[in-house]
């Protein structure tokens, strides 16, 4: 079965992401906000090209505060840092900014092992 084309994305584009980062076990495809105050979004696809994960956030450059709205993991992907990397990457949007979540999960783990 051949995975979905994500939206957004043209047939040849994703067939060049596919190609041109086959030896990579995840994929990591970013889509920027339409207007400076909007969603970015930052989608995982495993090497098949199959959508293993998300995140989704917002940036406020004049209010210096950054939100984390959504972030997902396939269950079999969870405990290989995999959100830690796309945490990191919307920090970067934002140093020194002030972070908040919205309340998704009725269960979040830290990123250290108990």
Not at 55 to 70: E, P, T
Not at 95 to 113: A, D, I, K, V
């Amino acid at each position: 079965m051949t995975p979905p084309i994500p939206e957004s994305l043209s047939a040849l584009r994703w067939r060049w992401i596919l190609l041109s980062t086959r030896h990579r076990e995840v994929r990591f495809v970013y889509w920027p906000p339409w207007r400076p105050t909007g969603y970015r979004n930052l989608r995982m696809f495993d090497r098949d090209g199959y959508n293993i994960g998300r995140l989704v956030w917002v940036v406020c450059d004049a209010c210096r505060i950054g939100s984390i709205n959504k972030i997902s993991i396939d269950p079999d992907r969870h405990r290989q840092g995999l959100g830690r990397r796309l945490i990191h990457r919307a920090l970067a949007d934002g140093p020194g900014y002030t972070w908040q979540t919205t309340h998704q999960s009725p269960r979040p783990r830290s990123s250290s092992p108990p």
